[in-house]
């Protein structure tokens, strides 16, 4: 006699959600391809090296970048890129607020565009169906994508969704893992950034006037992050300008976007006031080119994980990199780096704002192992790369020790 069923027993996941359908490999048919990337500026340039697969994966290929305002304004820089669409959708978070008409206008903007596949690159923690429903809405007969549940027709390529349960990979790496399903490989794992020479010549112009020495082994710091739980305190930042002016004798160039000049005054005002003659700022004066070029020429890079330590990965510059546990995936890529933390219980909290109001995970990390870390990556040889293993993140029980680290997380 069979046992009764046993009712609020959930069966596991993998029991649940049906297996993905297979995905085959995109052929010469598939020429003009959609990817979907609407989230920040960041989350475009880790998504760089899997556009350049699927780009050096077919001939005369043609790649139309389709992101949010910060993340388009990438496309004149990244070569594998022909077209750029802007689109801020209604269901990525910090969106500019979008209507029913605007996103009908998109659908039919994307139909005239007689794609032939579209990839949609996502985090874990991201819903790709809405953006897939729009590639339907608008007629892309190959849509790839992870996707957790059951697409149906959404998806003609699914990728079953393993993270997090399973095991985490860095972002760059995650993106590489979906092209190659449809066959798209490259060599260059790199991330990708072209400056142009009118951003350097711009960017000199700009030191000139400041009377800073273009030649001068200058160190960028960059105490600005888009959320609030990701920044390092701006007097710490004050501490650390103070003694690497002291140690190195350098100029402090400090960077951010015209919302960040406060945080860049803080920081001038935090520095002791003997060495803020060393101090610079540059903050709401460069565009994305002159902010690339000045971080391809600095020694180091100490910033937030924002925005400028993924352009420092992409143009090989070594970086400091002040990571607070609010994700695993987004530590520095192929460059010379120091990654810089302090373990919390509530550790990987996806949060804009730190749900414990201690920022703990960063105010842990003191100044001196910042200053330490900056001035040993300045001595060494600035290598072309320093090629880091794929990230395998796992859901480790916090240590037992409360003591700061500086180790570096996996990368």
């Known amino acids: 006699m069979n046992s009764p069923p046993v009712f609020g027993q959930i069966p596991p996941t993998d029991m649940r959600v049906p297996r993905a359908s297979r995905v085959e490999w995109w052929g010469a048919e598939v020429k003009r391809i959609l990817c979907v990337r609407l989230d920040n500026l960041g989350d475009v340039l880790m998504t760089t090296p899997a556009i350049h697969a699927l ?26 890129v022909d077209d750029v669409i802007e689109y801020d959708a209604p269901w990525v978070a910090n969106a500019k607020a979008s209507t029913p008409l605007a996103d009908l206008r998109m659908r039919a903007h994307l139909k005239r565009g007689h794609f032939d596949a579209a990839v949609i690159f996502t985090v874990y923690s991201q819903n790709p169906l809405p953006a897939a429903m729009m590639c339907y809405f608008a007629g892309i007969p190959r849509r790839l994508a992870h ?5 149906y027709q959404l998806l003609t390529d699914w990728v079953r969704e393993t993270e997090p349960q399973h095991r ?11 092209v190659q399903q449809v066959g798209a490989h490259a060599d260059d794992t790199a991330m990708r950034f ?14 000139d006037a400041r009377g800073i020495d273009r030649a001068a082994s200058y160190i960028v710091i960059h105490p600005g992050a888009t959320a609030s739980s990701r920044r390092y305190p ?15 004798g350098t100029p402090i160039l400090i960077t951010g976007n015209t919302s960040e ?7 001038i005002q935090a520095a002791d006031p003997t060495v803020r003659n060393h101090l610079h700022d540059l903050s709401g004066t460069l565009t994305l080119g002159e902010l690339a070029a000045l971080i391809d020429r600095t020694t180091v890079l100490v910033a937030n994980n924002s925005g400028p330590a993924h352009l420092a990965s992409a143009l090989g510059t070594p970086v400091v990199d002040l990571y607070a546990l609010t994700n695993p995936q987004h530590t520095p890529w192929q460059t010379l780096h120091r990654v810089l933390f302090h373990d919390v219980d509530c550790r990987w909290c996806y949060r804009s704002e730190c ?29 072309a790369r320093a090629v880091c293993e794929p990230c395998v993140v796992t859901w480790a029980e916090p240590r037992a020790t409360s003591d700061s680290s500086s180790e570096p997380i996996p990368t």
């Not at 780009?55 to 594998?80: N, V, Y």
């Not at 000049?261 to 920081?267: G, I, P, T, V």
């Open 55 to 80: 780009r050096q994966s077919g001939k005369d290929r043609h790649i139309t970048l389709l992101g949010s305002r910060s993340g388009a304004a990438l496309a004149p820089f990244l070569d594998d």
């Open 194 to 207: 072209a400056i142009a020479d009118a951003d350097r010549q711009t960017l000199g112009a700009q030191l």
């Open 168 to 178: 985490t990979r860095h972002e760059v790496q995650r993106q590489l893992d979906l």
């Open 355 to 383: 749900p414990q109001q201690h920022h703990a995970c960063l105010r842990g990390v003191l100044p001196d192992e910042v200053v330490q870390a900056a001035l040993e990556l300045r001595s060494e040889p600035r290598a």
């Open 234 to 248: 701006a007097e710490r930042f004050g501490e650390v300008a103070t003694q690497l002016v002291r140690a190195a």
């Open 147 to 151: 996707c957790r549940e059951n697409p």
């Open 261 to 267: 000049r406060s945080l860049a005054q803080q920081l």
